[in-house]
T-cell receptor
């Protein structure tokens, strides 16, 4: 089984709808991240969490919220989806060492009509 | 503010060719730099991680170098194969105490032609 899983893998929704993207990990890492990827813009950080009680905004948090339900679960919500939130969304985890890398989920492709 | 740039944005080469992908960053105060590979429909996979004190790292046909003072890193791929076709991203981690975040470049989309 994959270490970092995301559900759903694909989602089409309409403007104004509330949707939630979910991420689960089995790596036992405290640090979890949500990114979005747009063509030509690379990955941009939306929110990150260093433990269940520590949640921080990234560079593009407007229009998004998150919930860290447990060490292993980190959800991203779009309260009222808009078309420019159409993107590929990635969840990632990272361990505590200076040499630790990030481990990515397979991504969720979201389309807002 | 740290900015990471990758040139070229896209590259096509014939199979067997050696190639170099470039990554530049504006702030030399980094803990480390990573190269990732991204296949369509999949997440990112770490290829190589270079600590700020290191000059290069090697894994199989891949060699990554780091020149922190000039803000540059290169990923060298030897004897390219069609299976190397993917998008390659570099990312840097800042030295600020307690920072566990990466800044990503925009990627280079590589196509190796059979």
């Amino acid at each position: 089984d994959a270490d970092v899983t995301q559900t759903p893998r694909n989602r089409i929704t309409k403007t104004g709808k509330r949707i939630m993207l979910e991420c689960s990990q089995t790596k036992g890492h405290d640090r979890m991240y949500w990114y979005r990827q747009d063509p030509g813009l690379g990955l941009r950080l939306i929110y990150y969490s260093f433990d269940v009680k520590d949640i921080n905004k990234g560079e593009i948090s407007d229009g998004y919220s998150v919930s860290r339900q447990a060490q292993a679960k980190f959800s991203l919500s779009l309260e009222s989806a808009i078309p420019n939130q159409t993107a590929l969304y990635f969840c990632a985890t990272m361990g505590g060492g200076l040499t630790d890398t990030q481990y990515f989920g397979p991504g969720t492709r979201l389309t807002v009509l | 503010k740290q900015e990471v740039t990758q040139i070229p944005a896209a590259l096509s080469v014939p199979e067997g060719e050696n190639l170099v992908l470039n990554c530049s960053f504006t702030d030399s105060a980094i803990y480390n730099l990573q190269w990732f590979r991204q296949d369509p429909g999949k997440g990112l996979t770490s290829l190589l991680l270079i600590q700020s004190s290191q000059r290069e790292q090697t894994s199989g046909r891949l060699n990554a170098s780091l020149d922190k003072s000039s803000g540059r890193s290169t990923l060298y791929i030897a004897a390219s194969q069609p299976g190397d076709s993917a998008t390659y991203l570099c990312a840097v981690r800042k030295t600020t105490s307690g920072t566990y975040k990466y800044i990503f470049g925009t990627g280079t989309r590589l196509k190796v032609l059979a």
